[in-house]
Structure formats: C-alpha cells, structure tokens
C-alpha cells in the first residue's frame, strides 16, 4: 500500500455562501437543518393522520357489535394506521428528522455527504403520501399494512399502496446511503470510531440496514404491484406462484425495518441518559457494537413473523434460536444503561423522564418478544392480540418515546429557545398513562383468544365478557396518549416565540453540537474541531480543539429559571 | 476555548456502598418476584390462558408450561429491571444542595460485572432454547400415525370440515367440527381461495390455511367440551365473523354423530344434462385452476392435473377407483372426495349449480 | 515529481497536487456510487430468491401450461448475445483506460463500440422476448423471466443512454486527464450490468 499524501486543511474557505430567497432557504434547501425540520413538520402532520385513524378504531372497538364505522372502513383505518405509522411517521421522524439534524453536527461536519440527494430524499416523502392517499378514490388500501396476497390482489387499493411505498422506500434507501457515506468520510480530525457519539454510533447502524433492507421491500412490492395490476403470477397459486413467498421478501425488509425504529432511539437515550445523570455512560464500547451486532442478526430472523404459515418445519428452529439471540446483545445495552444511572445526579427534565420510562416501557416489550420467539407459543400468540400489544409496546414504548425524548432534548438547540418544563412533563404523564392502558391489556386479551384485525369482537363475548370493559380502558387511555401529542405540539409552537432562550448549552451535554450556536449557523462549524476523547467523561475537561466558540472545558447545566419578582414571586 | 481549563472543576460525589437501601430494596424486590412466580407456577391462570390448568389437548399442557418458565423469568427481569430504575431515580437524583458543578461517578467499565450480566441471561436463553425445542420437537412429531385425518378447508368465509372414508364434507353452518376424545388427530389445512388462519385457543393450535398447500396439525384432544374455532389471518371484509366450533366427545358420541352427518350428504350418481364446454372451460379457470393444473395427472398442485382424466393409460379410473364416465365425473363434482391423496370440496363448498356441474363435465370430457 | 509505483498513482498524486478539495470529494462520491451499486445488488437478488423459490416449489420445470410444457429457453442465441454484453464490458475498459493515458480518439472509438454493443444487447434481448413461448403472465417461469431479464434490461437501456450523454460530456470538455469521476461511475456502472448479467444467463440458460 502506498503512502497517500495527507491532506490537511482548515476547511474555513470551503464555507459555500449562504442560500438566498425562500425558496432555496426554506422549500428546496439542501441544509440538513432545514431538510429535518421539513421531515419533523411533514412527519407530525401524518402522525396526526396516523393517531386520528387509531382513534377511529378505538372508538369502534367501545361497542362489541362495532358497528360504528362499516367493515369495510375499519379495515380500510387499521391498515392506514399502520402504513402511515411505519413509513410515514416512525422511520422519516427518526432517519429523516433526528439523523439528518443531529448526526452531521455530532460529528463535526458542515452537512451530509450528498446534500443535493438528502432533498431528493425529503421531497419523495409528502410525494409518497400523496400516492397512498390518492388511492382514496378506488378505496383505501385494506389488507393490513402487510397487504399479503392473495387477498390484496383483490384490491385495487393495493396498487397505489405498492408505489407509495416504493416512492417512500427510495427515499429511506437515499438516507440510508447517505448518511453511512457521512458517517465513514466526514468525521472530525481525531474523531475516531471509538470516540464518536453513540447517537452518531446508532444512526450509523441504522443507515445500514436502511440500505440493504428497503431495496428488498420494494422488489417484494414491484412483485406485489405487477401481479395486482398485471396479473404476473408472482403469487398466485394456480399458475405456479406462492402466496408463502410475499411473506418471506416483505418480512425480510420489514424485520429489519423494526430495528430501524429502535435503533435512533437508543442512540437517544445513549445521549440522554449522561446528561442527565452528570456522569459518563457505562460500557460505551458494548453499546456501540451491540448496535452493529443487533443490526446484522436483525437480518436472520425474519421468518419468525411466518411461524405458524406454512414455512416447513425444520425452518422454523434457527429462525427461533437467532431471534432469542438477539435478545442478548439488546439486553445488555439495557444493562448498561441502568449501570449508568448508578452513581449518577440525576436531574428530572423532560428528556430525562422520557428516557426512564423508555428503560421500563421497552424492557417489557422485549420480554413480550421473547415469549413470541418461542415457536410452540408463537403458535397460539399470532394473529392475536398479544403481537398488537407486544409491538406497541416497543414502537410506541420504544421508537416513540426515544423520538419525544431527542425532541424534547435538542429543541433547544435547534431552536435557540426552550420548551416549557410544565407542558413537557404533563405530556410526559399523559403518554405513559395513555400508553400503559391503552396496550397493557391487548396481551392478556390476546392469550385469551381474540384475534387481531377484527372490527367486531361479537362472539368473543361468550368467552370472556371482560373484553368490553378492557376495550373500553384502552380507548379511553388511547386519548391520553392524544392529548400528550396535542400538548407536544403546541408547547412547541409556544416555545418557538415566547421559550427563555437557551444559549449554547443550557443542558451542560459534551457532544460537538452543543459547542455551537443555538440555533446552529447554516455552515454549523467555521472552524472544524479536533477530537481527542470521548466525549462522555463530565469529571474531564471538553476533549476539543480548535472550537467556535468559548465554551466552559467543563459545561455546566443552564440554572432552572427562578420566579420572576415583578410578576408575583418571590 | 477548551484549551484553556474555563469553567469550574465539578465535583465528583461517589455514593457509600452500593447506594442508600440499595440492598433491602433488591431484596424486597425478589420477594415480588416470588409472590410472582408462586403466583404463576401454582394458582391457576385461567384469567390469562383459556381452560389452563385444565388442559383440552396434549400440547396445550407442553405450552403451558414453556408460558410459565418465560413467565417467571421474564417477569422477574421486567421487576428487577423497574424497581432498579425507580430505586436509582430516588437514591442517584441530585439532592438541591449540591453545587451545580457536581458530577456523577468516574465509571466507564467494570469487566467483571459485564462478563457475568452476559453470561447468566446467555445461559438462562441456552435453558429457554433447550425447553423450546423439546416442546416443539413434540409438537411437530409426536403423534401417532393412527391418527384421524381430518381435513379443513377454509373459504372466504367459513371452515368446510371432511372426514375420511366417505364422500362429502360438512358444512352446515355453524361450522362444526366433532372429535373424538383421546385420539391423535392429524389435521390437513388449506384454503380454497385466499390466507386464512385456523385458531382454537384452548388447544393453542394454529395452522395458516393457504392455497396452493397443505398443513399438518397433529395432537390429541385430552377433555371433552366445546370450542372456538377463531379465523385469525386478515381475510376480507368479514374476517371478523370468520368463526367456527369444534366439540370434543366421547367416541361412541362421535361415531353417533359422524353417521348422521353423513346422512345429510348427498351421494350416489347424479343424472347429467349435456353442458356447455366453453362456459366449463371458463368456470374451471375461476374455480378449479386453483387447485387442479390443465396437465396430466402427476402435475398436482392440490389435486392432480385433469387434463387427461378421461383416457390416461396411467390412471384409467377416477380418484374414487370408478371409470371416467360423465356421471362419475359429476358425481364427484356433486360430493366432493377424501382419501389418500387429498380433499375436494363438495358442490356446496364451491357453490356450484347443477347447470355448473353440467357445464364442467362437458368440458372435462371434451379435452384429450 | 517522487518516484511512484503504479500508473494510477501518478494520476492520484496528479490531482492531489492540484486539488485536494476533489481529492476527497471523489472518494465520498465513489463510495456512494459503489453503496448504490450495492443496494441495486439487493433488488436482483430479491428476484432471484423469487426465481429460486418459484423454481424449487414448481412440481416440473419449465412448468406445464394448458396442458403442455413449456420449452426451454435457447441458450445458444443468448450465449452469442451475452457474448455480445461481455464484449461491450471489454470495450468498456479500454475506454477508461484510454481517457486515464489521455488518447482521446482511442477513447471516443472504445466507448462507440460499447455503445452499439449495448444496443446490439438490447435488440437481442427484444429478439428472445419475441420468440418465447411463454407469457409474462402464463406462468411463473414466464414471471420470474421476464421480470428479471426485463429489470436488466432497463438497467441496460439506462446504461447506454448514460454512455451516449458521457460520450457529449466528455467532448465538450468537461472531464480532464484528472478529473473524470463521470467515466468512472459508468464504467463501474457498465461492468455491474455484465456481472448481474452473469447470473442471469446461469440461472435461466444453463441451469
């Protein structure tokens, strides 16, 4: 191998100058800032499509008979919900929103590595849902966001479905793309592997599996979509096709899909957790390659979605042993992570409380996995409720509490303004009272028998007549979870104009963002920093060189605001 | 700057032991888990698993025990694991009077305990893993060849049962399967035109029933009673009224029952009127194509290529061991067949009329 | 100038001196490129799964339509044809190779004849699609066929329209001795449509 002159230079003349007019600062911007906020505000509209749609079949299911909305609708609302959560809400919020805004920033780059293509990323998302969307017309896609034939065939839904995702799928494979290019080339001098940030560490892992998966999802859907349209027997039994078949190509994306959600999340609560606890996290290195052990793996235990489908026996074992597997490199990122609360002092703002309750809500959820990754017990849980409750628990419980914990712990630095502590913590409050009632109850509903997709649950009130009273607690819950939503919204909107500015740090973090200004300048970092730590150690000075601004080499938390005098306190 | 030490050296404030009440509260916290695993081991748990403790076939029992043993161990996680973060938010939160420079401990590793937190959960899944794949070993291979074969034909929207050994099928509704009591049973399951999902929650049984194939469930009902037959895979619009009921009874009960429901079937020769061979042709493409390929016989899909089902010098009778005259030809499309090689749908199950039949013997008898 | 081992050096530490900027501009975008690549490697081997399974669950292959089986495909035909794509991935390299020793005429003859090449390819390919005896939607062989020969193809296609445009670019001066990221993506490009091409020809021809 031959010596490659080094290359050095500041990189202070390579500011390009800033974009001019609305339309390049703020519709086709390729700053990541701008393409997150873009990602955040698309990706909370649709979680409000996907949360009212929830609703809907909440209230459905308050009445045995269901006859509140008409079979076919119902149908029509879970599979939306489903669709619209996954792909137009849970991956574009954690990949497009998160990533792209903190991750070139932790790592001390001035943008992502093919800016022009994170916009092409951004604009396929509002596209994609327009395609699903439009389907409207024929009639919503109704087959369950799985969509498997051959009862999708039979829809013409099912085809607008196959291109939206395709659409939102080429996007999710761009980000992917990406960010594993920014991630590999455009560090910071010094920032070696094993001194990046975990947050960076887990988006890495993610795009990753973005990638390689997503492609996977859409030759199942162009398979599923030339066989609705053009009847290209793909799956169609009596021509040579296989039903069994879509289930394997989906799933194969659509496991690792599941760690998509996660893994940002994690990464959050990596960053959050330290923070909050003024002291460094525990095991960095087990975090840190566990995300890349759980990556991988999630990659070979696929076909435990298909347990009970018709796969042949013999397949059913290794798919079993490595989906128990995965539990060990996941377990001890939670081992870790309760390692890092001992000896902490630990301060109980909003991203904190999220975080907590993140450690219970998806260690429950894991264990629920577990009980599913037995193949003798699988076969009475699937198709019931327990799956419902069980990957509710780690989506909700899990993806969408990482999500409000990165939310509420970077909105000040995205912003320059704080959000309102008492609006953050009912939120809190209400989303995990919301959530407990609303998918606690699905598992013991599910291990009694009652199937999911169901718009009416009539003759299961022979078996258990407490199915009413529970659907009832879960609907009732279902809008706690709602109104925490609503509040998240509006303590933003308020916080934007009237939050106490926040200065560079108020949370006293170690990462490079928190070096900069809050709200970031276009180019992030005039000057780029040297690294020559980890940046988790709180009873070490910053381990940068070479920074923008005059920070404290030990930063120290923003002080809680004291009662204003003139306006009533003391 | 960084490089130069601004901002005040934090204080590190290291906790005494292992934390205020560190270990009454871990011990307090077992002691749940005890309460929990008595609580799971012997009280029965039939608010959580239908007709626990009192099982309804062999496996259900295995299973049962494989929901305990997860039970108990994963509950436990899920305890220790809550308690520990309720315990450290109380002992590790930052007291008011601590200066605003106060850090937390100096630990980035402690191998040991990384060591011993990897290989205890490792060895507890190896025991899980071991305990699965006994149970499953059982479930998938341990029933008696004498079993009874009964088939389950699923259709948009009801389960169509058959027995062995005479022509037609069941399929009153409410779909009703009978069993008889201590006897291994070997269920084929399909579907005649999209996924269904078999499910009966006491037996905790389920079998996909897809076109194009067959699946095996193999058990042994242990209790007599009656029970849900629930469809649990998205199927169209009535999914949610896709039920059934299987009753277990004394054989005798059985024998009684299987007589008389053969009584409702209809079987011997049926006269045939002369049909329309295209109108058949497009009818089997709809109905049959799903199951029978237009080839010769060894080209099954479900059922065996039609093809050349009145003149192959290899199976010169029908399926029935009756030659290939139109009446015979009718008389299964009438009752349907079971037998060794597999199970047709009667004419009520593919909802043919007699001018359907017609028309597909027309059809049949016109290809050579 | 120190003394340098390889050819390729010479040209590396050429735009180095110049600029270094591009220097590491290139190396990110050939990273993205070859990742693509990678991601579009997943898409045919989704297909090619598909192909698998369908064929090993298929009681006889080809399989029986109408009562008949299907023939086999005409290896020879597509055998003179692959020859045909293979020569254009030969043709292909030598293009670059003329670009990197700056022999512009060398390189302008190379790439027409990749070009005709993969047209040659793609009217081949519109031959046998012409002549087959099944259906896209007659059967699975038919579906697994025509799907995955016809993705090639519009990769293909893609890749010549690609050429002809590198072909004006490359005239109208906007690469140079050393900066011509453009020629190396579709080279890259141009040898991954051979090799996916590879499989293909095994899997439906001699397989």
């Keep these: 191998m031959h010596a490659t002159p080094v290359v050095h230079t500041d990189h202070s003349d390579h500011i390009h100058p800033p974009p001019e007019g609305f339309i390049r600062k703020y519709v086709f911007s390729t700053d990541h800032k701008v393409i997150a906020f873009q990602y955040l505000a698309v990706g909370i509209f649709f979680l409000m499509i996907a949360g009212s749609f929830a609703e809907l079949i909440r209230v459905q299911l308050w009445n045995p008979k269901g006859t509140f909305l008409s079979f076919s609708t119902y149908n029509e609302m879970f599979t939306m919900h489903g669709t619209v959560g996954v792909w137009l809400v ?114 890495f892992a993610t795009a990753l599996v973005n990638m390689i998966a997503t492609v996977a999802l859409s030759a199942a859907l162009l398979a599923l979509f030339l066989d609705t349209v053009f009847h290209v027997p793909f799956f169609e039994a009596d021509k040579g096709g296989a039903p069994v078949m879509y289930q394997h190509m989906f799933w194969f994306y659509s496991h690792p899909a599941v760690y998509i959600f996660i893994l940002p999340a994690f990464g959050v609560i990596s960053e959050v957790l330290p923070v909050f606890c003024r002291r460094t996290i525990f095991g960095y290195k087990m975090i840190a390659f566990s995300s890349l052990a759980i990556a991988i793996l999630g990659f070979a235990v696929w076909a435990h979605h298909m347990f009970p489908s018709g796969i042949a026996p013999w397949l059913q074992l290794p798919f079993m042993i490595v989906t128990y597997a995965i539990g060990i490199p996941t377990g001890l990122k939670v081992f870790s ?4 609360l001992w000896g902490g002092r630990i301060q109980f703002s909003t991203p904190m409380l999220y975080a907590l309750a993140f450690l219970i809500t998806f260690t429950f959820g894991g264990i629920t996995g577990i009980f599913l990754a037995a193949v003798p017990a699988d076969l009475h849980e699937h198709g019931s409720y327990f799956v419902v409750g069980h990957f509710h628990y780690v989506v909700a419980g899990g993806s969408v509490i990482g ?168 | 700057m960084a490089d130069q030490l601004t901002g005040t050296k934090p204080q590190v404030i290291e906790p005494k032991g292992m934390g205020p009440g560190f270990w009454p509260v871990m011990i307090a916290l077992t002691v749940v888990n005890l309460v929990i695993a008595y609580i799971i081991l012997f009280t029965p748990l039939d608010w959580l698993l239908p007709a626990e403790w009192n099982p309804v076939a062999d496996r259900a029992a295995d299973i049962d025990l494989l929901f305990k043993f997860m039970g108990v161990f994963g509950l436990a996680i899920l305890v220790y694991v809550t308690g520990f973060v309720f315990y450290a938010a109380f002992a590790f939160r930052r007291r008011p009077e601590e200066p605003a420079n106060s850090v937390g401990v100096h630990l980035h590793d402690l191998p040991k305990l990384e060591f011993w937190w ?177 080839g010769p016989f060894d080209q099954k899909i479900v059922g065996p290529g039609l093809l050349k089902i009145t003149d192959d010098p290899k199976h010169p009778k029908l399926v029935d061991g009756k030659p290939p005259t139109p009446a015979n030809i009718a008389n299964i499309l009438q009752n349907g067949y079971t037998g060794p090689i597999g199970a047709m749908p009667n004419r009520q199950a593919n909802g043919l009329s007699d001018k359907d039949i017609a028309n597909l013997v027309s059809y049949l008898v016109s290809l050579k | 100038m120190s003394a340098l081992n390889s050819p390729l050096e010479a040209v590396e530490a050429r735009y180095l001196d110049v600029d270094p900027v591009y220097a590491e501009t290139r190396d990110i975008r050939l990273l993205g490129f070859v990742m693509a690549l990678g991601a579009d490697c997943v898409l045919f081997s989704s297909f090619i799964f598909a192909y698998l399974y369908l064929r090993t669950a298929s009681p006889a292959w080809p399989p029986f339509v109408g009562g008949h089986q299907l023939p086999r495909l005409d290896t020879a035909f597509a055998a003179l044809n692959s020859m045909v794509l293979f020569g254009s991935g030969v043709t292909m390299h030598y293009a670059l190779e003329n670009w990197k020793h700056l022999k512009k005429q060398a390189f302008n003859g190379w790439l027409a004849a990749t070009i005709v090449l993969g047209i040659l390819f793609l009217l081949g390919q519109g031959h046998e699609y012409l002549s087959a005896q099944m259906t896209w939607q007659g059967s699975s062989f038919g579906a697994s066929f025509f799907t995955l020969t016809g993705m090639h193809g519009f990769h293909v296609l893609v890749g010549v329209c690609y050429l002809i445009v590198l072909m004006i670019q490359s005239n109208r001066g906007v690469y140079t001795g050393s900066k011509y990221f453009g020629l190396t993506a579709g080279t890259l490009y141009w040898h991954f449509v051979d090799v996916i091409w590879v499989f293909l020809f095994f899997l439906f021809y001699l397989w």
Excluded at chain 1, 178 to 183: E, I, L, P, S, Y
Excluded at chain 2, 213 to 222: A, E, K, R, S
Excluded at chain 2, 230 to 239: F, K, L, R, T, V
Aim: net charge positive.
């Design chain 1, 90 to 203: 849970v991956i574009p919020l954690v990949t497009g929103a998160l990533g792209n805004f903190i991750m070139p920033l932790q790592i001390g780059a001035r943008d992502v590595a093919f800016p022009w293509l994170n916009m092409l990323s951004f604009w396929l998302f509002p596209v994609a849902g327009l395609i699903l969307f439009s389907s409207f017309i024929f009639g919503l896609p109704s087959a369950g966001w799985t969509e498997y034939p051959p009862i999708s065939l039979q829809y013409v839904g099912t085809a607008f479905w196959c291109l939206a995702i395709i659409t939102i799928g080429i996007s999710s494979t761009l980000t992917g793309l990406n960010f594993t290019a920014t991630v590999v080339k455009m560090r910071a001098p010094g920032m070696t592997w094993t001194r990046m940030p975990l947050f960076t560490w887990a988006t």
């Design chain 1, 337 to 340: 992570w309760l390692a890092t």
């Design chain 1, 403 to 570: 999500f409000l914990a990165a939310v509420t712990f970077w909105f000040p630095k995205a912003t320059g303004r704080m959000l309102h502590e008492g609006l953050g913590k009912l939120g809190f409050w209400l989303f995990v009272i919301g959530l407990t009632g609303t998918f606690l109850p699905m598992h013991w509903l599910g291990l009694e028998g009652l199937p999911r997709r169901y718009a009416s649950y009539e003759y299961f009130l022979a078996r258990y007549p407490d199915v009413v009273f529970w659907n009832r607690v879960e609907t009732v819950s279902s809008f706690f979870m709602a109104a925490s939503v609503a509040i998240l919204v509006i303590n933003m909107i308020w916080s934007i104009r009237r939050g106490r500015a926040s200065g560079i740090n108020p949370w006293g973090a170690r990462t490079l963002e928190w070096t900069i200004s809050s709200p970031p300048p276009y180019y992030n970092f005039k000057k780029i920093p040297t690294v020559f730590g980890r940046p988790y150690d709180y009873s070490e000075p910053l381990p940068y060189r070479n920074l923008d601004n005059d920070v404290d080499a030990y930063p120290a938390p923003m002080p809680a605001p004291r009662p204003n005098p003139s306006l009533g306190g003391r």
């Design chain 2, 118 to 294: 990897t290989v205890i959960p490792t060895i507890l899944l190896t025991v899980l893993v071991a305990l699965t794949i006994q149970i499953w070993h059982r479930i998938q291979f341990g029933t008696a060849a004498s079993a009874l074969t009964t088939e389950v034909i699923a259709h948009q929207f009801n389960f169509e049962i058959r027995y062995p050994g005479w022509q037609g099928s069941v399929f009153t509704p409410p779909d009703e399967m009978h069993l008889p009591v201590g006897k291994p049973v070997r269920l084929l399951i399909t579907s005649g035109d999209v996924i269904h999902q078999y499910w009966v929650p006491e037996f905790r049984l389920k079998a996909a029933a897809v076109p194009g194939l067959v699946q095996n469930l193999n058990f042994m009902p242990t209790r007599t009673g009656t029970f849900d037959i629930a469809c649990s895979e998205y199927c169209g619009i009535n999914h949610s009224k896709m039920q059934g009921k299987v009753v277990v009874e004394s054989p005798q009960a059985f024998e009684k029952w299987l007589a008389g429901a053969k009584a409702h079937v209809r079987t011997g020769p049926v006269a045939v009127a002369k049909g329309d061979a295209g109108a058949g042709k497009a009818l089997f493409a709809q109905k049959c194509a799903v199951c029978h390929a237009m």
